[in-house]
């Protein structure tokens, strides 16, 4: 059983930068793809970016040039950061493992696991 907790969401300014971190419990992450998806209010969940085992990554052209992920294994961690803010990402962020050696996608259903998810709120 995997695990995942996210924080640091919150309000933050359109143009300004957050750092989201999901903490991974019940297997060490260089063993899991993570991916990071949102959900705006009536939408569907969007696809924002993954980093694989070897930590390869890949993001959605939505944050596509203003998104990062980064990996502790030691504190077995992964975070997203995002500049450069507009409102359209207000969302809920959630992160997910994928526990198949081959996976690491952008699609939502190949994700095992999910966090409880973290508001993310950018003012106009």
């Known amino acids: 059983q995997v695990h995942l907790v996210e924080s640091g969401g919150g309000l933050v300014q359109t143009g300004g930068s957050l750092r989201l971190s999901c903490v991974v419990s019940?297997?060490?992450?260089?063993?899991?793809?993570i991916g990071w998806f949102r959900q705006a209010p009536g939408k569907e969940r969007e696809f924002v970016g993954y980093?694989?085992?070897?930590?390869?990554?890949y993001f959605g052209d939505p944050v596509k040039g203003r998104a990062s992920l980064s990996r502790d294994n030691a504190k077995n961690t992964v975070d997203l950061e995002m500049i450069s803010l507009k409102p359209e990402d207000t969302a809920v962020y959630y992160c997910?493992?994928?526990?198949?050696?081959?996976?690491?996608?952008?699609?939502?259903?190949?994700?095992?696991?999910w966090g409880q998810g973290t508001q993310v709120t950018v003012s106009s």
């Open positions: 980093i694989r085992r070897s930590a390869s990554g």
């Open positions: 019940g297997r060490t992450i260089d063993s899991l793809h």
């Open positions: 997910a493992a994928d526990v198949d050696a081959l996976g690491g996608t952008s699609r939502r259903e190949d994700y095992d696991y």
